[in-house]
């Protein structure tokens, strides 16, 4: 299986996927930790760096550009300076913008992690600020997003939903979507979040351990745990081709009409920071489909990618030869 998954990594370019859902900046604020402050029992940290990154939904996006493919972003962002500096961010990158709209009445998402470096080989998290509005997006936005894909949808190979609760992806929106997607034959796949229902009869679903035992209100412990919970999602939400539940360092629990499956995880001792192999696998898993590779063929290479995103700081974007060498490490 190691000798077909990495010969299936060059699969994974020349696609065009549409990544919908909510953008994220991630703003990393490093310091030098010195001292303790006299005003509070904290570290005074003393500016080192300040960089950003796409996160969110845009972090999706990013890794489906770092493996070769097209991604179209379609998100919103506000009609701020921090706006203009995630759209900078995303450019740089290489993903399509064309799809990302400013609206005056929300701000842009960021996440402000403030990071202190003490003489280890990443810095520290210390505390994490989140600018944020959860209202749903106007009737007037969900329509410029619906014509924006209508207008493009004769050239993709997959739509993605990225969730993030950041109020973009609307109940109306998402049907809207998926109806599109149907009527063209285009796989639809979507990282969900915890909202299960709001995407019901989607091609695949992926989540993670926690947010399937909320919905399912039982512990997962083991893998036949993971296994059954997979099918009741499945057929709960009447998924079409594929669901996943992620389960950490162990893999992933996969279901399809045929019945359920364990993906185990390669394993990784170096494991620094889990932040954004969520996204990776659900970009993976969309290329995958998307180059006729089966569902568990395509969940196992997004495992081998979410072993190298851990390795790292942040939101990392694997390159085809990273994942070549992740599967040959194995």
Excluded at 26 to 46: C, F, H, K, N, Q
Excluded at 76 to 82: H, I, K, L, T
Excluded at 127 to 135: E, F, G, N, V, Y
Excluded at 206 to 231: S, Y
């Amino acid at each position: 299986m190691s000798a077909k998954l990495k010969l299936s990594v060059a699969r994974l370019a020349r696609k065009t996927v549409l990544v919908l859902g909510d953008v994220i900046l991630d703003e990393y604020i490093t310091g030098r930790a010195t001292r303790m402050s006299r005003e509070a029992p904290v570290p005074v940290l003393e500016l080192e760096s300040k960089r950003f990154i796409a996160g969110g939904a845009a972090n999706a996006a990013a890794n489906i550009v770092a493996l070769g493919s097209r991604a179209i972003q379609v998100g919103a962002v506000g009609a701020d300076e921090y706006g203009e500096q995630l759209l900078g961010v995303l450019k740089d990158q290489g993903i399509d913008c064309a799809g990302v709209l400013a609206c005056a009445d929300r701000p842009t998402t960021v996440k402000t992690r403030v990071m202190a470096q003490m003489g280890l080989r990443f810095p520290q998290q210390v505390a994490r600020i989140d600018t944020i509005s959860r209202d749903p997006i106007d009737e007037a936005t969900e329509a410029r997003i619906v014509g924006f894909l209508g207008d493009n949808i004769a050239c993709l190979d997959a739509v993605l939903l990225s969730q993030y609760h950041g109020g973009l992806l609307t109940a109306t929106l998402v049907k809207r979507i998926r109806d599109l997607c149907r009527q063209q034959g285009i796989l639809l796949t979507a990282d969900v979040q915890g909202k299960f229902a709001r995407f019901a009869e989607v091609d695949v679903v992926k989540c993670n351990a926690a947010d399937a035992e909320r919905q399912l209100d039982r512990e997962l412990a083991t893998d036949d745990d993971f296994r059954a919970a997979a099918v009741a999602l499945h057929g709960e939400f009447s998924v079409k081709r594929a669901t996943i539940v992620t389960m950490g360092n162990r893999g992933a629990a996969l279901a399809t009409d045929a019945g359920a499956t364990i993906c185990p995880s390669p394993q990784v001792s170096d494991v620094f920071d889990t932040v954004g192999a969520g996204d990776t696998a659900i970009a993976v898993i969309t290329l995958s489909l998307a180059a006729g590779l089966d569902a568990e063929e395509s969940v196992l290479l997004s495992n081998y990618a979410s072993g190298v995103v851990v390795r790292h700081l942040g939101n990392y974007t694997p390159s085809p030869d990273e994942l070549s060498d992740s599967i040959d490490d194995g």
